[in-house]
C-alpha cells in the first residue's frame, strides 16, 4: 500500500513536470518563432524529465516510460487547452471590420445585389449607408457577409445605380 502512494507521488511529481514545461517554455522562449520554439520546448522538455528521474532515483524502465507518457501527456493537453482557447477568443474577438466605398466610376466587374438581398445582411446595409467609414462587427455576421460576397462572386456591388467597394478585415493582434 505504501509503495502505490510513493509511486502516486512520483507519478504526479512527473505530471506537474510537464505542466511546467509549457509555463517555463513559454517564459524562456517568447519572441522565438515555430517551428523553432517547438523544439526548443521539447528540450527544455527532456532536460526537465531527466532531472526529474534523477531527483526521485527511480531507473527501472517501466517507470521511466510511465513517467515518460504521463508527463508528456500533460504537457500536450495544456498546449492543447491554451491553442484552443487562443483559437477561441480570436474567432470571438470583436476585431472583425467591415467597409464600403462608393465609387465613381462603373468598374469592369461587379455583382448586382438587390434591397431585398441587402436586408438580410444588416452589417452591410450599416456599411452601405456610412460608405467611407469602416467599423467593428460580430465574427458571426462578418462571415456571413463574406459568405454572400463569394457566393455573388465580386466584392463590388452594384445596388440600383451605385458601385460599391467593400472591404472586410480581421485585426490580428
Known amino acids: 500500500m505504501k509503495d502505490q502512494s510513493k509511486n502516486a507521488k512520483k507519478y504526479a511529481t512527473l505530471f506537474?513536470?510537464?505542466?511546467?514545461?509549457?509555463y517555463l517554455s513559454g517564459y524562456i522562449l517568447r519572441g522565438i518563432h515555430p517551428p523553432k520554439s517547438i523544439y526548443l520546448m521539447f528540450l527544455v522538455y527532456l532536460t526537465l524529465f531527466a532531472i526529474g528521474i534523477l531527483v526521485l532515483r527511480d531507473y527501472s524502465p517501466g517507470f521511466i516510460l510511465k513517467g515518460f507518457a504521463i508527463s508528456l501527456g500533460a504537457l500536450f493537453l495544456i498546449s492543447a487547452?491554451?491553442?484552443?482557447?487562443?483559437?477561441?477568443?480570436?474567432m470571438?474577438?470583436?476585431?472583425?471590420?467591415?467597409e464600403t466605398e462608393k465609387l465613381e466610376k462603373a468598374p469592369d466587374e461587379f455583382a448586382v445585389v438587390t434591397e431585398s438581398e441587402i436586408e438580410e445582411y444588416p452589417a452591410l446595409r450599416r456599411a452601405l449607408k456610412n460608405a467611407g467609414e469602416d467599423f467593428i462587427v460580430d465574427s458571426a455576421e462578418w462571415i456571413r457577409v463574406e459568405k454572400f460576397l463569394h457566393l455573388k462572386g465580386s466584392n463590388v456591388i452594384k445596388i440600383n445605380n451605385d458601385y460599391y467597394q467593400v472591404r472586410l478585415s480581421i485585426s490580428v493582434a
Open 92 to 98: 470571438n474577438s470583436d476585431e472583425y471590420w467591415i
Open 16 to 22: 506537474f513536470i510537464g505542466i511546467f514545461t509549457f
Open 81 to 90: 487547452g491554451f491553442f484552443a482557447l487562443g483559437a477561441y477568443n480570436h
